[in-house]
């Protein structure tokens, strides 16, 4: 691939996961002819964490990692399982509804066609880390803990704990929601506080004759929570077991850590909450799952500042919001538009004194859109808490009727191509 131009721009990533990944394939791919940027990015971790649970990759995420030469390298390693339709259950009485991903002539939505992909994050991120290996004007170095961040009006400087410092004309804060460049620099006072829920996950090794209720991938409501079950791989040889639920504050990042590393306690949580479910494979699934972890959800506040003149946050460090279906499209949807907008500017002759012009025109485009799914994920928030009978009951009435009345309005936000659509800048 080509390397970086003479006159491209110079851009720290910091954050070595999925956002700071593509964002470095967004700004390479969107890069005008012969302004190929020299992008370094720095990862906390001493080598990226290939770790966590599944995540659904719906039809316009799965277009997006197309476009940065990700989606093949998926698909050359048999990555993840292809999700025709999600169902939707209840525990105690059966199947509720389906949400569909199969278009109007049963190839997937979109043109060209795009179904969903049911894909652990480790994979996904291998992938990524594969795409940006291939990259010659990105490295990556791990190990880098960043303590000071200077900005001056025509670049900006960060500081490590070991005495080394790297400066740019650009600074992207990609390191999600307890982001080191939003609480030291951009806006410190904007703390993430939990959401009230956290997810239980596993994953299930399963026998050929096995018997599940689901096709591809199922959302279980239960009284007290919700549990996706799902297959992740090709193979169909295990089960993603993810419980979403209402758990007590422990008060700490290090108690999370501690609650959540006890597995054998967090499958009893699970067995309490949906051990009285009528589906056959729902204990089952939760008594062979393995490597249970519980991960509390964090979010920030909906409105908050993203940017300063030469630094800009983007995915969980702008904008982290409980879980509600979309969370890494948002992500790859973040890191295109802003590169479009950056490309754009770039095109126009890199007018004014620093970035203030391409980061309002992103955030102009991007906001209204981060506004709506918030208000989206507090309504996942209080579909997965405790409830009584009557309020469950109401529950199984609510949802098949919410799937109907937003299925427009999920089409057309699958259909939408933002590597193409109008940025208006």
């Known amino acids: 691939m080509a390397p970086p131009s003479a006159d491209g721009l110079k851009v720290i990533i910091l954050g070595g996961g999925?956002?700071?990944?593509?964002?470095?394939?967004?700004?390479?791919?969107?890069?005008?002819?012969?302004?190929?940027?020299?992008?370094?990015?720095?990862?906390?971790r001493p080598e990226p964490a290939v770790i966590g649970g599944a995540v659904n990759l719906t039809p316009n995420a799965l277009r997006m990692l197309d476009y940065?030469?990700?989606?093949?390298?998926?698909?050359?390693?048999?990555?993840?399982?292809?999700?025709?339709?999600?169902?939707?259950?209840?525990?105690?009485s059966g199947k509720l509804a389906e949400s569909s991903f199969r278009g109007p002539e049963g190839k997937g939505v979109g043109d060209p066609p795009y179904k969903a992909l049911r894909i652990t994050r480790g994979d996904a991120l291998k992938a990524v880390l594969a795409a940006v290996?291939?990259?010659?004007?990105?490295?990556?170095?791990c190990?880098?803990?960043t303590v000071r961040i200077d900005e001056q009006p025509d670049n900006v400087t960060i500081h490590f704990d070991d005495g080394e410092?790297?400066?740019?004309?650009?600074?992207m804060g990609c390191d999600g929601i307890h982001s080191v460049v939003r609480l030291k620099h951009v806006e410190p006072e904007r703390k993430a506080t939990y959401s009230g829920v956290a997810n239980a996950f596993g994953f299930a090794p399963i026998e050929k004759d096995f018997k599940v209720h689901f096709e591809c991938t199922a959302i279980n409501f239960a009284r007290r929570g919700m549990l996706l079950t799902s297959y992740y791989n090709t193979k169909m040889d295990s089960v993603y077991v993810g419980g979403?639920?209402?758990?007590?504050d422990v008060g700490s990042r290090d108690g999370w850590k501690s609650v959540g590393a006890d597995a054998d306690k967090t499958r009893q949580s699970l067995l309490d909450r949906f051990g009285d479910a009528k589906i056959p494979c729902i204990v089952p699934l939760i008594e062979k799952a393995e490597d249970f972890f519980l991960w509390p959800v964090y979010t920030l506040t909906k409105y908050g500042k993203w940017s300063t003149d030469r630094v800009m946050l983007l995915g969980d460090a702008a904008h982290a919001m409980p879980p509600q279906g979309e969370s890494t499209g948002i992500v790859f949807e973040d890191t295109v538009l802003f590169s479009r907008c950056l490309t754009r500017w770039i095109e126009k002759g890199r007018p004014g004194p620093n970035l203030r012009e391409p980061f309002e025109a992103y955030e102009a485009l991007r906001k209204k859109r981060i506004e709506v799914a918030f208000d989206e994920s507090k309504n996942v928030v209080s579909t997965v808490s405790d409830a009584g009978w009557f309020g469950h009951t109401l529950k199984t009435y609510i949802v098949p009727w919410f799937l109907w009345f937003t299925h427009g309005y999920r089409e057309k936000h699958f259909r939408e191509d933002v590597t193409t659509s109008d940025i208006k800048y």
């Open 165 to 171: 410092s790297a400066t740019a004309e650009l600074l």
């Open 68 to 92: 940065l030469g990700c989606l093949q390298i998926m698909k050359d390693r048999d990555y993840g399982k292809t999700i025709d339709y999600l169902e939707v259950f209840d525990v105690y």
């Open 143 to 145: 190990g880098k803990r």
């Open 133 to 141: 290996d291939a990259q010659e004007n990105i490295t990556m170095t």
């Open 18 to 44: 999925i956002a700071g990944l593509t964002t470095a394939l967004a700004l390479t791919k969107f890069a005008p002819p012969g302004k190929v940027p020299k992008i370094d990015i720095y990862e906390i």
């Open 244 to 248: 979403l639920m209402q758990v007590p």
